[in-house]
T-cell receptor, first 114, second 116 residues
Framework: GDSVTQMEGPVTLSEEAFLTINCTYTATGYPSLFWYVQYPGEGLQLLLKATKADDKGSNKGFEATYRKETTSFHLEKGSVQVSDSAVYFCALSDLYSSASKIIFGSGTRLSIRP | DTAVSQTPKYLVTQMGNDKSIKCEQNLGHDTMYWYKQDSKKFLKIMFSYNNKELIINETVPNRFSPKSPDKAHLNLHINSLELGDSAVYFC???????????????FGPGTRLLVL
């Protein structure tokens, strides 16, 4: 079945450091890919998404490119801030195998030191 | 204005009790969901309703019964609560976009359930 694998946390960085959170997926069809973020004590919010190969999603300085050849959707940010501390979830939705269902990765906790 | 709201925010109860969690969305969406997030932050879908009709029902004990009185509400009733039910439960909603593109899901703030 479809699945998402993301790097285990926690990830701790200093402010202004470069961030990469790896995410790879397996899917039977042509999935849409997402990054969701969960700030402490809150629900999940969509951070960015990409719906087809080579698409780049971007928001708030974060970027991720849909790579079909490597089945990856790594999240990057050039200079992180303390306010980026949160749990980040990579996710996919494959309408051909599971309509309306999003499959989440296990989440990566990110902590940024001032 | 809150798009997806849940009540209560916190719920502490004894094993064996029956409890309900309510969810409302004011986004006009047709599809609503319940997710369970465990202590390790792992998030798993439980149910999905589209226009009050059940469309996804994952392997969930039948002690959990969702009810959708209208498309803006999706409540979750849990009978005979067990220690393992302790988790954060998230409601979400989305609007089908049609075609092969998965629509964005909007999440509520979560209900933190602790079973003692």
């Amino acid at each position: 079945g479809d699945s998402v694998t993301q790097m285990e946390g926690p990830v701790t960085l200093s402010e202004e450091a470069f961030l990469t959170i790896n995410c790879t997926y397996t899917a039977t069809g042509y999935p849409s890919l997402f990054w969701y973020v969960q700030y402490p004590g809150e629900g999940l919010q969509l951070l960015l998404k990409a719906t087809k190969a080579d698409d780049k999603g971007s928001n708030k300085g974060f970027e991720a490119t849909y790579r079909k050849e490597t089945t990856s959707f790594h999240l990057e940010k050039g200079s992180v801030q303390v306010s980026d501390s949160a749990v980040y979830f990579c996710a996919l939705s494959d309408l051909y195998s599971s309509a309306s269902k999003i499959i989440f990765g296990s989440g990566t906790r990110l902590s940024i030191r001032p | 204005d809150t798009a997806v709201s849940q009540t209560p925010k916190y719920l502490v109860t004894q094993m064996g009790n029956d409890k309900s969690i309510k969810c409302e969305q004011n986004l006009g969406h047709d599809t609503m969901y319940w997710y369970k997030q465990d202590s390790k932050k792992f998030l798993k879908i439980m149910f999905s309703y589209n226009n009050k009709e059940l469309i996804i029902n994952e392997t969930v004990p039948n002690r959990f019964s969702p009810k959708s009185p209208d498309k803006a509400h999706l409540n979750l009733h849990i009978n005979s609560l067990e220690l393992g039910d302790s988790a954060v439960y998230f409601c979400a909603s989305s609007q089908p976009a049609g075609g092969a593109v998965q629509e964005t899901q909007y999440f509520g703030p979560g209900t933190r359930l602790l079973v003692l």
